[in-house]
């Protein structure tokens, strides 16, 4: 199954661009479709970040941006866009791109610089990686069983220090409910994780300790050091948005305030004071664009989320809220909806590269083979090789049947037949070596073929003959095969792009393009 790439992240770019610059003036069309200012600023500025370059000149970027729709109109034709993978790739860009809005909007910047100090200061990795003893401990899990639990972990925590941690890595495997390695980023985990497990050097472990999802024995297998504050600062925004939206369930910053206003929440106290006084309710919890939210879909929801029922009912709303939110992120401001084209656009322009100019460039050996035919002197070498076999032999006769016998066996069978014909009893008659061989490689070639010194007979095999020829390239694709195959996919990418070119229609506003040329001066 085909994994689709997000080829451009973006999501700094995103929040750096706005809306002012999103304006609905046409650059250009390409095969009848417009394409807006904001649209085609967005993704030269964002192959500009891409390439960590200023210089890129508006005038090259053109042809690059009209290929690229050419590319994702065709894979359009080519039904690429209504795949499982691509919808399921798109979905995910779309929900990243979304948390990232929230996070801009709901984590100040002096927060994030709060953070990133924090870390310095307290020496925490940017990343670490670990392997974990875990078991999964439910909310509502029985005094009896957490005892239980307790008990077996504090045991091998016990047998573990006895040991020195050796045993670590069967421990995983036999009690633990998860057991792969895995890297986390700090923010990720909860608190109680981070407290502990960021204090640990690599190759120590932790004594047991509890986290919301349940108890952990933790062993450190690798720490990545914190990047410069410039390189993890979104990073940080990010995962510091999502910890407080997944822990605690609040909404940061005024963040809540703007949905609650946007999407006019108002609250029903009566549903809400007996969901908290009996635990469940039929009754309305409040609206949201004049929908009602019932007990019925809260209990929906209560069931996935285990707390208490006041903690479940704000993350009830905190959830329904975002979903708001999210199912109209376009209409927010047109950025966003811009971002989500130019995504679209590459991953699908990347797709039908990789249909059209990646699989036939692998797959298709008899076109590899006649391409190689048609340019083969671009294969010669700067000097010639000589492509055979040099034999050693106890005797000139020897030297003579071994040469008739290889012209009658293919080349691939020569060291073979070798073998078998004069090497399979107590004493062998020849010693053998095939190959491609360059000026300087083999004296004897040198000898026989390139005019260097007489060499020495070997002692045990004193006449040697050469069978082969002398060469000015490969006579073989498989030879240069890897090479050939990069030169035949540039081969077929221009011809297939020419022929888009020359099927598409493309029109360009140039009073448009120079105010991209304008507000970059």
């Known amino acids: ?80 866009d209504t795949l499982t993978d691509f919808k399921e790739a798109m979905a995910g860009y779309r929900k990243q791109l979304a948390e990232a809005v929230w996070a801009k909007e709901a984590v100040a910047e002096g927060e994030a610089r709060r953070l990133y100090d924090r870390m310095s200061r307290m020496h925490r990795p940017e990343t670490i990686c670990v392997e974990h003893i875990f078991k999964r401990l439910p909310q509502n899990v029985p005094g009896t069983v957490l005892c239980e639990v307790e ?13 020195g941690g050796a045993g670590f890595e069967a421990y995983v495997q036999e009690f633990s409910d998860e057991k792969d390695t895995f890297c986390v980023r700090s923010l990720q985990m909860p608190i109680e994780f981070e407290d502990t497990v960021w204090a640990l050097r690599p190759g120590s472990f932790s004594r047991p300790f509890f986290t919301p999802q349940g108890i952990h024995i933790v062993k450190v297998v690798a720490r990545k050091e914190v990047a410069p504050f410039e390189k993890v600062r979104e990073r940080l925004v990010l995962d510091n948005f999502r910890r407080q939206v997944q822990t605690s369930k609040v909404l ?9 206003q946007a999407y006019h929440f108002t609250p029903d106290k009566k549903g809400m004071n007996e969901l908290v006084r009996r635990g469940n309710t039929k009754r309305v919890l409040f609206t949201l664009n004049g929908k009602a939210y019932t007990g019925a879909e809260f209990s929906l929801f209560a069931s996935a989320y285990p707390g208490g029922v006041r903690q479940q009912l704000d993350a009830f709303v905190v959830k329904s809220l975002l979903d708001c939110e999210y199912a109209c992120m376009e209409q927010r401001g047109m950025t966003f909806g811009l971002q989500m084209q ?25 076109a590899l083979q006649k391409y190689f035919k048609a340019h083969q002197s671009d294969y010669y070498w700067d000097t010639p090789r000589y492509k055979g076999i040099v034999l050693h032999c106890v005797n000139r006769r020897t030297a003579k049947r071994v040469k008739k016998l290889l012209s009658q066996v293919p080349v691939n069978e020569w060291l073979d037949a070798v073998r078998l014909v004069f090497n399979d009893g107590e004493r062998p008659k020849v010693q053998a070596e095939q190959g491609l061989f360059s000026l300087g490689e083999n004296a004897f070639v040198d000898y026989h073929v390139f005019g260097g010194v007489k060499p020495e007979r070997l002692r045990d095999f004193p006449y ?3 069978f082969g020829k002398l060469m000015k390239g490969p006579d073989d694709y498989w030879e240069v095969r890897e090479r050939l195959i990069a030169d035949y996919r540039l081969y077929l990418e221009e011809q297939w792009q020419a022929a888009l070119c020359a099927k598409g229609k493309v029109e360009i506003n140039e009073e448009v393009l120079k105010t991209v040329n304008n507000s970059l001066r």
């Open 1 to 80: 199954m085909k994994k689709w790439k997000h080829v451009c992240l973006g999501l700094a770019l995103l929040l750096a661009v706005g809306d002012a610059f999103a304006q609905q003036s046409v650059v250009m069309r390409v095969n009848g479709r417009e394409v807006s200012l904001g649209e085609f600023y967005l993704a030269y500025r964002c192959d500009s970040l891409q390439q960590e370059t200023t210089g890129l000149e508006v005038s090259d970027f053109v042809p690059r941006f009209v290929n690229r729709k050419l590319r994702a109109m065709a894979a359009e034709e080519a039904g690429l």
């Open 151 to 163: 008990a077996r972990m504090d045991t091998i925590y016990n047998r573990l220090v006895q040991e």
């Open 252 to 260: 940061p910053g005024g963040l809540l305030k703007r949905l609650e």
């Open 342 to 366: 130019m995504h679209r656009d590459s991953l699908l322009a990347c797709a039908i590269y990789d249909k059209e100019v990646t699989q036939k460039g692998i797959s298709d050996e008899e």
């Open 464 to 466: 040697t003959a050469l």
